[in-house]
């Protein structure tokens, strides 16, 4: 009981309610379950974001092109549906792209032991580039109706389609990295990269597996970015890939590596997307958006490491206690 | 074949910065033989105003970098300086110069915060300055509502004084941005390479512990490099505002990844340790020159000079990678074995 409460996850899943709690209190009507659902249904393209930049930030890397990922994705996909292909052909160029992409960077940071920052920054430039040179600077329009149309479907009375779906998928990477001996390797990679190769896991081939998970969630969040939004500017998702970090973070994810879980980042997703429709029932206006994230971010982390510092000191302190008990027992 | 030169000659051959000179001087000869207007001296430094900011933050980036750390909200901090240094001054009747005074000081303070934070409580500078860049984005969107202007039209209408601040050309050719842009470069180079608060910076990155061990207060210089890096930004922040001409709280949101290119691509590695100041500089410049020259030259449009800065960087590093490990096979890293760097 005491190791479910400590768990990462529970905590962000704790601080969401209680949030939602607080808000509640101030504002009776935010209490609708309509409402707080929408907060879900609206996260769907950062939970695909978030979990699959989970996968690298496990592995103990970074991916910053993933924002240009789903602008890219988007784009492609986009403009074939608007040409008259059907959503299969363009849900698997968008993966296809995200693939191609994620095999780089993780050639890129595995083998050739590139800092993930530094290199998947410098992807990202060539990514956003080619997308202004796919549309050539114009927008993406003129979607087909049936296919803006299906994120209005609902799979039951009130979770859309796409949520049902985003939920689906965390839960399925949730339990293969937490249950199944390949999914653990991510976790082991991210703790001891050089560990975990010494003791035969092919920690490479997990980051560059990483990579390409990452590089395909981006892609089909650019999907149900396409069909959300109606429309694809040459900049979408500009600054999606910070954001995603941010809600990874805010659902318990270390940047060091091996420390949280998929489950976690989609709770970090629904914080980090219900902010500016929380400070809307407060009473603020959305400009106070960055301002409340970039606190909570900073709040959050900061409180994380002291306690986490304070208990390897408590620890340290106890061991040290337990042997000078030891020592004077063997005296008398 | 075998080439001798002399040793010195050899070392300076080795070098980075000789690398980065080159590379400089070919983009040079390649935009002046495609247009010769290139070459006038009017438009080559005029070409400095566009990317000034870049080259003057990434100076002290140079130095969170050299710290083992990272900073992305330099970018937040030069929206945040502009639209203080805007709103103090139309809305709050300062000085314009007092008014810039006080956009350093609170650029000075943010960084000073998120260092805080990095350096004292032991939080990661990628998650500190991610917090950081939202939450000055955030502040200055904030500031920005106590002006009387709308803030999408930005504030506007700045003193003679101020707006000479980036129009002034020294003899006529050299603008008044570049000269500060170059004391800054020597003050940088000055603090990092030789003074004791330069190796000390160093030895942070190398071994923070061995430096907490060898009697220096880390967590402060720490702190330091990020207040540097902010109170830099907000210097750009108030050039950038005086060439446009308009304080607003987002002109600096696209700096983040320029920044950190021309950082790494100066030669300073992310791990912290090693790094100059000179590198980074005259990588800032060959950053700039290729922004500027290829539209100007070969008519490539502005949206797509993500692209090359892109591929100049990845090609650079990948380069590298190859060179410091010549025996790399790909089929047995991907099996997992980690190359011995």
Same mark, same amino acid.
């Given at each position: ?5 400590k768990s990462r996850e529970i905590n962000s899943? =704790? &601080?969401? @309610?209680?949030? $939602?709690?607080? /808000? ?9 379950? +309509?409402?707080? !659902? ?52 363009? =849900? &698997?160029? @968008?993966?296809? $792209?995200?693939? /191609? ?9 595995? +083998?050739?032991? !590139? ?52 939920? =689906? ?82 659902g318990g994810l ?5 420390v949280g879980s998929?489950?976690g ?68 | ?341």
């Amino acid at each position: 009981m005491r190791k479910i409460l400590k768990s990462r996850e529970i905590n962000s899943f =704790l &601080f969401l @309610a209680g949030l $939602i709690f607080l /808000v509640g209190l101030i504002n009776p009507s935010f209490w609708k379950p +309509v409402t707080i !659902i929408n907060c879900f249904n609206d996260s769907v393209v950062f939970t695909f974001l978030s979990a699959g930049i989970a996968f690298v930030i496990l592995t103990g890397e970074i991916d910053v092109s993933i924002g240009a990922v789903l602008g890219l994705s988007a784009a492609v996909g986009a403009t074939l549906l608007r040409d008259g292909y059907g959503v299969a052909t363009a =849900l &698997f160029a @968008a993966v296809f $792209i995200g693939t /191609v992409v994620g095999v780089i960077n993780g050639i890129g940071v595995a +083998v050739l032991n !590139i800092p993930s920052l530094i290199f998947t920054l410098g992807v990202n430039g060539v990514v956003r580039g080619i997308i202004y040179v796919y549309t050539k600077g114009a927008w993406v329009e003129n979607l087909p109706a049936d296919f803006t149309l299906m994120s209005n479907r609902f799979l039951t009375k009130n979770v859309t389609l796409f949520y049902g779906a985003a939920v =689906l998928v965390v839960i399925i990477g949730h339990v293969i990295l937490t249950r199944t001996r390949k999914g653990k390797y991510f976790v082991a990679v991210g703790d001891n990269s050089a560990g975990a190769a010494l003791v035969g896991i092919p920690a490479n081939k997990i980051k560059i597996l990483a990579y390409v998970l990452c590089g395909i969630f981006s892609s089909v969040a650019g999907m149900i970015y396409a069909s959300r939004i109606g429309f694809i500017t040459p900049t979408a998702g500009n600054g999606y890939e910070m954001k995603a970090i941010a809600a990874c973070v805010l659902g318990g994810l270390s940047l060091t590596g091996g420390v949280g879980s998929l489950a976690g980042a989609s709770i970090g997703a629904v914080i980090m997307s219900s902010i500016s429709r929380i400070l809307v029932f407060l009473g603020f206006s959305s400009d106070y958006d960055n301002t409340i994230t970039g606190f909570l971010l900073l709040t959050i982390v900061v409180i994380n490491t002291s306690a986490q510092n304070h208990t390897v000191r408590k620890n340290r302190h106890e061991i040290l206690l337990a042997r000078t008990a030891q020592k004077g027992g063997e005296k008398t | 074949m075998k080439i001798s030169f002399s040793p010195r000659l050899k070392q300076v051959w080795k070098k980075w910065e000789f690398v980065l000179t080159l590379i400089i001087l070919l983009e040079i000869i390649i935009f002046a033989l495609k247009n010769s207007k290139f070459l006038m001296p009017r438009v080559l430094f005029g070409s400095m105003n566009d990317i000034i900011s870049i080259c003057i933050i990434s100076l002290f980036v140079t130095f969170v970098m050299i710290t083992g750390g990272i900073d992305i909200q330099a970018g937040s901090i030069v929206g945040l300086s502009s639209i203080i240094l805007g709103v103090a001054w139309q809305d709050f009747g300062f000085n314009i110069w007092s008014a810039s005074c006080l956009a350093m000081v609170a650029a000075g303070v943010c960084g000073g915060i998120s260092g805080f934070f990095i350096a004292y409580c032991g939080v990661q500078p990628m998650v500190v300055t991610l917090g950081g860049s939202f939450l000055y984005t955030g502040i200055g969107l904030l500031v920005s509502k106590l002006s009387a202007t709308e803030s999408y039209k930005g504030i506007g209408g700045f003193p003679e004084g101020f707006l000479r601040l980036s129009k002034y050309r020294l003899f006529g050719i050299i603008p008044f941005q570049v000269i500060i842009f170059l004391i800054l470069a020597v003050l940088a180079y000055i603090l990092l390479h030789k003074t004791r608060y330069g190796r000390e910076v160093f030895l942070v990155g190398v071994n923070q512990n061995a430096a907490e061990y060898s009697g220096i207060n880390t967590r402060l210089i720490i702190m330091s490099t990020y207040v540097l890096s902010a109170v830099s930004a907000s210097v750009a922040g108030i050039i950038l505002t005086s060439y446009l001409g308009t304080a607003k709280s987002d002109i600096g949101a696209t700096l983040t990844l320029p920044i950190i290119t021309a950082v790494v691509l100066g030669g300073t590695l992310s791990t912290g340790g090693k790094g100059s100041v000179p590198g980074t500089a005259l990588a800032a410049v060959a950053i700039g020159t290729l922004r500027f020259g290829l539209p100007l030259c070969f008519k490539v449009s502005q949206q797509y000079l993500d692209i090359p800065v892109g591929i100049l960087l990845l090609v650079i590093i990948i380069g590298r990678a190859l060179l410091n490990r010549p025996g790399l096979r790909v089929k047995t890293v991907i099996r997992g074995r980690i190359p011995h760097k």
